[in-house]
């Protein structure tokens, strides 16, 4: 498996769009690693870790082709996260594959080749999210701009993109593609709002822990059941010492000493944090020193790593 991270940062992103604290100014002034935006992730170019408003960007800067994703793992659904506009861009009205060019120059659809069919698995509230964002698009003066058209429901609308929305259940593994994904319900916002994923494929398997402070034990017992060739968690608070639906570097710190003492990390596993705040982690060029000793790596937008 490859992962690629698409993104890196948290919330406001890094440095935050209005802000002018010492983090912030020095991530403008030093680009490079330390510019973060919305937290994403592919594996091997066809499975997303979360779909937020800069993911097709991004992946467009890194030279990473997204045409061909199959399925989505959404970790819950904060805009920056998961963003439902990126889905009205699938519409490819047909296929104009080999149109003559006079023809497509009649083509009304936002894609111009058709998309293999793309599963979104989340929690409930990925499917209210969804549904929210269709009430908003059908408000009568933005219909009015698409020629007066009723837009369709939820079922229609999942119809024309080539979508389909499948619930996840905590600790219930399911294939995808050839992916073996398990569920593990996080700590944020509510009980069942947010996911972390297990991904398993040929022999190799990845923790990907966003958006949450730790794992309730039930979780943990899941965890510990297998072997992970590499932990991606969550670093927002950094050296705040907060815990609350997110974690800092101290709970970093307990969540991968307690998978090394469980024997969840096989020889050579790697642990990266991603979804950093400006506010509370220090600019990529002073915090990959601060978390190295720890045996902790900080990923960055574009790092691709190999299993």
Sequence with gaps: MKITFLGTGAGEGYPGAWCECPHCSYARKHGGKNIRTYSSAVIDDVLLL???PATFVNAAHFGVNLAHVHTLLVTHPHEDHFFPLMMRCRNADGDPAGKPYTQLLSHTGACMTKPPLFTIYGSHYVRESIESYLNIVDHPTIRSTAGGKTLEDFAGFMDRAGVRYAPTKEGVAFTAGGYTVT???GMHITR?????????KDGKSLLYALDTSGFEEDMMAIIRAHRFDLVVMEGTFGLNGKTESHMGLESN????????ESGCMKPGARCL???M???WCPPHDWYAAIVEPHGIE????GLSVEL
């Design 298 to 301: 900080l990923a960055y937008d």
């Design 192 to 200: 069942d709002y947010a996911y972390s994923y297990i991904v398993e």
């Design 183 to 185: 569920p593990v319900r």
């Design 273 to 275: 944090l991603s979804h």
């Design 253 to 260: 710190i307990r969540l991968l000493d307690a998978l090394r």
């Design 277 to 279: 705040s400006p506010h």
């Design 50 to 52: 979360d779909m937020g």
